[in-house]
């Protein structure tokens, strides 16, 4: 029967209709395995529908297929080499939706994932879907605003760059570096060298993307890359610029801690030097969180030389910026030049003490005085590096501040029953707590019944979830903070991960506080076991249950 309806001629309707019924009686039989090769005839019918439906505009059996390859890609094996042909093609041809380009990508990437070694038989097929991400990756926008811009808005999730780049990260992890490497290495060299921007972005980002799954392989050759990759901090445009320090940041985090022992010292000046770009504050500002990524795993013996240098420059543009906060309202670069300041306190540790008094008038005062709602990040992220810095520099240089810095946090905290549950500020403040705990250990008791209520609610937060079908669902990643899990045949089961984090933090916190002051917390006992107890049951994140023995 559907053999013969995915034949109707003429009622396209019905074929697609039947290719669609055709999908799912597969997935609801996925592990049945004698049946699927019995079925196996029917693969033909749907590879041709979701070729015709996708010219109707309609996505729909593609996206079955992309349910066949993750959940049933055993089925697709008789017919591996014509469904990743017509996967490539689909990708391939711009006159389709930039949503069924990635549909058609995301059938090649998904196999990488669920039956790599099939794939790797298929070895032609996946280089030349290679180009096809690079192609995507370089599908940016001319924007003249965007070095200039002062909010760091997200990554546009269905565009066809954030695709591309994400499926180069998928596809080299699944397959390995062993396969992937020699397939990309010379189109991002040829990338690289290309006149127009967009190439060169493009090779950077990719050259960070795959960094994870060609860990081995790239490590054997990280000299040249790294020399290759400074080279792009001075390129004459900033959106260029970006990608390079990007690529810094992720070869920072992914080859820690050879990275930082073999290349502090290029590394370090490159950096310093592009956190000078006052005239493009994105740039400036992507320089300093490259920065945290290669101080937040460098040894600490290895960062000391460089300590003043560092100090100095990040002393130089914080105080810049705050004027440029107070004249302009301009707040981006100061933002993640805290952070940097207290990345660097928090390798350094007690190193620290000689540049703590250079650094901790103005971090109160940021705090004192940036009470607006757009500054909340700013705020947030302060308190953060003041409680970084108390913890790396000790008790005794930290105690005449001690107080003050306390009393800033309480008002804070009574503002508390104002702050929106999103606020930026709730996470960073529960964290600073925390250190401050630490530092003051027994003498933190006294603060403990303002502290416990705001970290209790927090403790206490319900996800939202909801069982959706696809349809709903795409309706729905409009709207923030909802992740999915696929549950085959078109549904789906979401979860608004808002708050997820903040509770994860909660827990843990509650956890420091138990550790730091033993008895202290006795009063408190109660209403924590009563709130932890359910809890060892949440499935939805698991950092929620940070049981230590």
């Known amino acids: 029967m559907l053999v013969q309806c995915m034949q109707d001629q003429d009622n396209p309707p019905i074929k697609t209709l039947a290719a669609r019924a055709a999908a799912s009686f597969v997935l609801s039989n996925e592990t049945n395995t004698a049946l699927l090769k019995h079925f196996s005839d029917l693969l033909p019918g749907i590879l041709q529908a979701v070729n015709e439906s996708c010219y109707q505009g309609d996505d729909s059996v593609l996206k079955s297929l992309v349910e066949i390859a993750d959940t049933a890609p055993k089925y697709l094996r008789p017919h591996l080499e014509p469904t990743l042909q017509l996967s490539l093609k689909l990708c391939a041809d711009t006159n389709l939706t930039n949503m069924q380009r990635q549909l058609a990508l995301e059938v090649i990437v998904t196999l990488s994932e669920t039956a790599a070694a099939m794939l790797r038989k298929h070895n032609n097929i996946v280089a030349q879907s290679v180009p096809q991400m690079l192609a995507m990756m370089v599908d940016l926008e001319e924007d003249e605003e965007w070095a200039m811009a002062d909010e760091l808005e997200d990554d546009d999730f269905d565009s066809n760059a954030v695709a591309g780049e994400s499926a180069l990260d998928r596809i080299a992890c699944g397959l390995g570096g062993k396969i992937v490497l020699p397939m990309i290495k010379q189109h991002i060299m040829q990338m690289l060298q290309n006149p127009d921007w967009k190439y060169r972005h493009a090779g950077l980002m990719a050259l960070s993307a795959i960094g994870e799954g ?213 996470s960073y403040m529960i964290s600073a707590w925390a250190r401050m705990c630490k530092i003051l250990g027994k003498e933190f008791q006294q603060y403990l019944p303002v502290v416990m209520g705001p970290l209790m609610k927090t403790a206490s937060i319900k996800p939202e979830v909801a069982l959706l079908d696809t349809q709903d669902m795409e309706n729905m990643c409009e709207d923030d903070g909802w992740e999915f899990v696929n549950l085959g045949d078109q549904q789906s089961f979401g979860i608004k991960t808002a708050g997820l984090e903040e509770k994860a933090t909660a827990c843990q916190m509650l956890v420091c506080y138990a550790k730091e002051l033993k008895e202290g917390f006795v009063e408190y006992t109660e209403q924590v076991v009563k709130l932890m107890v359910p809890l060892l049951k949440f499935y939805f994140h698991d950092d929620i249950l940070p049981l230590e023995p």
């Open 214 to 426: 060609c860990h081995q392989q790239m490590e054997a050759i990280l000299n040249e890359i790294v020399s290759f990759v400074l080279l792009f901090c001075q390129d004459p445009h900033p959106r260029v610029r970006y990608a390079a320090c990007n690529a810094i940041g992720q070869m920072a985090t992914d080859f820690a801690p050879t990275f930082q022992k073999k290349f502090h010292d290029k590394v370090i000046s490159s950096l310093l030097q592009t956190m000078e770009d006052q005239t493009n504050p994105r740039v400036q500002a992507h320089a300093a969180a490259a920065l945290i990524n290669f101080t937040e795993d460098c040894p600490k013996a290895l960062l000391i030389p460089y300590l003043d240098n560092l100090v100095q420059h990040l002393h130089v543009i914080m105080v810049a910026k705050l004027q440029e906060l107070i004249q302009k309202g301009t707040k981006l670069v100061l933002e993640q030049v805290v952070t940097s300041i207290a990345s660097v306190a928090d390798t350094a540790e007690e190193k620290f003490v000689p540049y703590y008094d250079l650094f901790m008038p103005s971090l109160r005062h940021i705090v004192e005085n940036a009470v607006q709602k757009e500054l909340r990040l700013l705020r947030g992220k302060t308190i953060e590096c003041i409680s970084l810095i108390g913890l790396a520099v000790g008790k005794e240089k930290f105690m005449p501040d001690a107080s003050a810095v306390m009393q800033l946090l309480l008002k804070t905290q009574t503002d508390f029953n104002d702050l929106e549950d999103d606020d930026p500020q709730i």
